[in-house]
């Protein structure tokens, strides 16, 4: 179970490696300032998987009257400005 902490900046900068080992583990760590939250302490996490156009081809399909529109939906775009 994650746990949320908070502490103040000032304690932030003092405990920082044992609030970096506490948001690494799932705890969610809220710094704040004058009070009131001002960062939230994430682990980074790298991106693996590199974006590849067309990779849902065959998978996402569109209906033959996909461009037919019903008036009364471009009116309630075109009215509402």
């Known amino acids: 179970m994650t ?15 044992q609030l970096a080992e506490l948001a690494w583990r799932g705890d969610t760590v809220v710094i704040t300032k004058d009070g009131k939250p001002y960062l939230n302490l994430l682990p980074h996490v790298d991106t693996t998987r590199a974006r590849k156009p067309g990779r849902l081809k065959g998978i996402i399909r569109m209906t033959a009257d996909f461009e037919r529109r019903s008036e009364d939906i471009i009116d309630g775009f075109e009215n509402h400005l």
């Open 3 to 17: 746990e949320r902490l908070q502490v103040s900046m000032h304690e932030a900068q003092s405990q920082l490696d």
